[in-house]
């Protein structure tokens, strides 16, 4: 069985820092490109950064680059959302994703709350 959780979303003040997390399981994690999307409410989900298999290339939002960075652990079949210098405007869910081809897995996502 499929499972992706996210986990390390919370509060935060304007300027700091939080680490999300997702861990796969289920599936052959290392064949699957990982994301991070987010929705605020109200909002389209929008597609926060992405991260390849193979070289581990990156794609990032305009509006988190340079204070977001997505990585992946293969060894742990983990992916990583670290984020910084955080605004008010990063308020959202936050979802990991595993594509591959017409596959997609989703988890069922964390909030992060940035306010002070």
């Known amino acids: 069985q499929v499972h992706l959780v996210e986990s390390g979303g919370g509060l935060v003040q304007p300027g700091g820092s939080l680490r999300l997390s997702c861990a796969a399981s289920g599936f052959t994690y290392g064949s699957y490109a990982m994301r991070w999307y987010r929705q605020a409410p109200g909002m389209e989900r929008e597609l926060v950064a992405f991260i390849t298999t193979g070289d581990g290339s990156t794609y990032y939002a305009d509006s988190v680059k340079g204070r977001f960075t997505i990585s992946r652990d293969n060894a742990k079949n983990t992916v990583y959302l670290q984020m910084n210098r955080l605004k008010p405007e990063d308020t959202a869910v936050y979802y990991c994703?595993?594509?591959?081809?017409?596959?997609?897995?989703w988890g069922q996502g964390t909030q992060v709350t940035v306010s002070s």
């Open positions: 994703n595993a594509a591959r081809l017409t596959v997609s897995y």
